[in-house]
């Protein structure tokens, strides 16, 4: 998935609240591209899925993993990979995404909902102190070290 890619995505999805996460949000945080990327992670308002889905499927892109109603993935032409991730907002602007444990859901703050910039174009994106929290409690996987170690520097060596 290339920075082109993605503002092409985003492009696409201009009429949608979404917001990039993962690897690419966290590159977005940072201003540049530090690592090479299989997918974007997007989060999006779950009312809006079905016609987030039909801007994605008009584009070639098909579902090739459900693990709904907490995230599912689409793959397009070029073998693009979007991790699509449902959230449901409350009135004060924080949102929840399901978990695989049941009553457990993820939180996002109100205020983890930020920009950064993909090529030099601002994208709006999820908060370090956000990325921060969903890059714990798991192994960590090289990419996941190396996100860490940006995060810890754009946190100013206070994560966690």
């Given at each position: 998935m290339?920075g082109?890619d993605?503002?092409?995505?985003l492009?696409a999805?201009?009429d949608f ?5 993962g690897?690419w949000?966290?590159?977005a ?11 974007l992670?997007?989060?999006h308002?779950e009312e ?14 098909t579902?090739?993993l459900?693990?709904?109603p907490v995230r599912?993935v ?11 991730h449902p959230?449901?907002?409350?009135e004060d602007?924080?949102?929840?995404q399901?978990?695989l ?9 109100a205020?983890c909902?930020?920009t950064?910039?993909?090529l030099?174009?601002?994208v709006?994106?999820l908060?370090a102190?956000?990325q921060?929290?969903f ?5 960590p996987?090289e990419q ?12 100013g060596g206070h994560a966690?």
């Open positions: 290339t082109e993605v503002l092409e995505i492009a999805l201009r609240d979404v917001w990039v996460g690897g949000g966290v590159d945080l940072v201003g540049t591209q530090t690592r090479p990327h299989g997918d992670d997007l989060m308002r809006q899925e079905p016609a987030v889905l039909a801007v994605l499927t008009a584009r070639g892109f579902e090739t459900s693990w709904r599912f689409l793959t397009g032409p070029g073998g693009r990979e979007i991790d699509l959230l449901r907002f409350a602007g924080s949102a929840e399901s978990s444990t049941p009553g457990a859901p993820f939180h996002y703050p205020d909902f930020v950064g910039t993909v030099g174009t601002t709006p994106c908060s102190d956000q921060w929290f890059h714990q409690g798991y192994e996987r996941d070290l190396h996100d860490l170690a940006l995060l810890r520097r754009k946190l966690g």
